[in-house]
């Protein structure tokens, strides 16, 4: 067994090596060059229909709103990553990681935006009347090759339980207890009890507890984040500049810290930016399909807000209190070194590590739950759905009890498998989404309403 995992542990190196990061940021690169930088132009415009319009009219085909799929898919993008992902690659890159995960992001946020796109474009409606959509389906319908979708699903429905399940709970009840001396047991059988509550209700269910857990638990981060930031005020624009200084330079070693080269720095900050906020990974664009939208570009804008405030905002919160309070460089790492930082930063800063850390990884037990049976359903059928909801409300409570190394280091390979095939239909369909934002956009112009219906296929 530990021969097969190391095998394995090698693979999803390789996998998640220098080569597919390239893809990645590449792609997102290439998506911003052809849609003219989109992100920025129209970012305020996004926040606005994201956070204040908010609403949809009722008749618009979908499950939910714009605001939920936005908080469905947030729910499984801010998790782990943003606490001890932003901790991981600064303490290994140094600071200047934290540069290259905001050039992640920035560029992440046209390639989740095209995603959205092609999601809404050609999801289709099951037997049940809900909406399917993602990938898979692009894949198949934007580009007629069903076997790749199949893979693609194949990839997701696995990566899930892994990413975004037993890993989840695994580091809750790792926090509880210690924080709280909460036996791993306990933890284990409330989650699998609040998972099911939730997650047996279907998409509904699900978008209306991240519409009000995600922006509640994000806010009080935030606030936690701010709390230290007043506080050590002083030390942000040193802090700025030690970021923009060591994104170009060779890290030193101090105190804890071994040093770091450049390459190190950047390697460390997209790896951990693309693990932060999915972009190009294909999850998010399935919550994307279910919103209640007539035309593609509508809900593409706010999911690309996503990414904003996942990576630009949150993980900045994180990265910024490690670096004002110096406790970057302790020789710590992961979760601890967030915990340490904010700590240091505040008496009782500790819980709002534990705190947020709970909240971020159920809720991104929530999204990716969804994200794993619309895969499973691609896959087997309407039947399917029900028995792998229980099955992943079940897999929760194993996650917190045990530690499964093997199904880990699978789940983390198939995540990264996942990209390969999403990143080959953004860029084969690249035209479609740029001739479907400018659709959106002459209307716009002209004064037109753009929400002009999008036919929705019934699936076979």
Known sequence: MENFLDIVNTIDGFVWGPPLLI?????????????????????????????????????????????????????????????????????VGGPGALFWMWVTGLVGMATKYSEAVLAVKYRVKDANGNMSGGPMYYIERGLGWRWMGLVFAFFTAIAAFGIGNMVQSNSVADALQSSFSIPHAVTGVVLVIA??????????????????????????????????????????????????HEAFTPTAATGGFAGATL?????????????????????????????????????????????????????????????VTGAWSNGDNGASLTATAYGQGVAGGHYIVTIGLLLFAYSTILGWCYYGERATEYLLGEWAVKPYRILFSLAVGVGAILKLDLVWALADLFNGLMAVPNLIALLMLSPVIVSVTRDYFDRLALGEDPSVPEPVQQEK
């Not at 209700?201 to 507890?209: K, P």
């Open 23 to 91: 893809l990645l940021v590449g792609t997102g690169l290439y998506l911003t060059i052809i849609l003219r930088g989109l992100q920025f132009r129209r970012l305020v415009y996004s926040l606005w229909l994201a956070l204040i319009k908010r609403h949809e009219k009722t008749d618009q085909p979908g499950d939910i709103s714009h605001f939920q799929a936005l908080m469905t898919a947030l729910s499984a993008t801010v998790g782990t990553g943003n606490i001890a992902g932003v901790a991981t690659a600064i303490a």
């Open 195 to 244: 998972t099911a509550a939730v997650v047996l209700g279907g998409i509904t269910s699900i978008g209306r507890v991240t519409g009000v857990l995600v922006p509640v638990m994000i806010l009080f981060y935030i606030a936690g984040s701010l709390i230290i930031l007043v506080k050590y005020a002083g030390a942000i624009p040193g802090a700025f500049a030690l970021i923009f």
């Open 263 to 323: 390459m190190l720095s950047i390697r460390m900050g997209v790896a951990r930016g693309v693990f932060s906020n999915e972009s190009g990974l294909g999850s998010s664009p399935i919550a994307a399909a279910a919103a209640k939208t007539k035309h593609p570009v509508s809900q593409a804008l706010v999911s690309m807000t996503q990414t904003f405030i996942d990576t630009l905002v949150v993980c900045t919160m994180t990265g910024l209190v490690l670096v």
